[in-house]
């Protein structure tokens, strides 16, 4: 599961101006809720991106942070949806947010939908490191002959963005040889062969 947090202000220049006493009140918020969320001291988190939200109403990413902080609480799924469906909402294209909202989506035991999500995001940034990741965990995870094919397919794609990553290598051996391509696998291994010291 993803822990990220969303640190720019994606509409701040494009959507609207802000004078400089509430743009550093927007820094502040998200500052604090930030480093609370980092000493998982939720409660406090919320109350900043609440803030946040309400300085910057059209701001998608203090709403994505709300809806973070949120999941991280027990028991409050609900309330994380509604502030991570507002993000999404505001930018529905940032796959940032889409990151977020499909791991509630897992959260909430509706892998399927979590996909979903995933694959509009690739089809509209195919080289989107993070996403290509959650979407070959979550297709390794259902464990059928097709989704372990999937999987393989984007472990491959970030292999050729990353090809000094060991551990996508590593993760991509493994579906290799879930998949029986034991010639893939050699391929692979001897990379990591001469990659390694």
Do not use: W
């Amino acid at each position: 599961i993803l822990f990220f947090i969303l640190l720019f202000f994606s509409g701040c220049s494009d959507s609207y101006q802000v004078d400089p006493l509430t743009f550093k009140k927007m820094v502040s918020a998200r500052n604090f809720g930030i480093a609370y969320l980092e000493e998982e001291r939720y409660s406090d988190a919320v109350k900043e991106f609440e803030k946040l939200t309400q300085i910057a109403p059209e701001e998608p990413n203090g709403y994505a942070n709300l809806g973070l902080a949120y999941m991280r609480m027990n028991n409050q799924l609900r309330e994380s949806e509604i502030h991570l469906q507002n993000a999404f909402n505001l930018a529905p294209e940032n796959p940032d947010i889409r990151l977020l909202l499909a791991e509630f989506y897992q959260l909430s035991g509706n892998d399927e939908k979590a996909i979903n999500l995933l694959e509009e995001s690739v089809n509209n940034l195919p080289n989107h490191i993070q996403t290509l990741y959650e979407l070959a965990q979550l297709h390794a995870k259902i464990q059928n002959s097709g989704s372990i094919i999937k999987a393989e397919k984007y472990m491959r794609i970030l292999a050729e963005l990353l090809p000094s990553n060991l551990v996508v290598i590593f993760k991509l051996v493994e579906l290799l040889l879930q998949n029986q391509d034991y010639n893939g696998a050699l391929y692979y291994l001897e990379k990591i062969n001469q990659t390694l010291p």
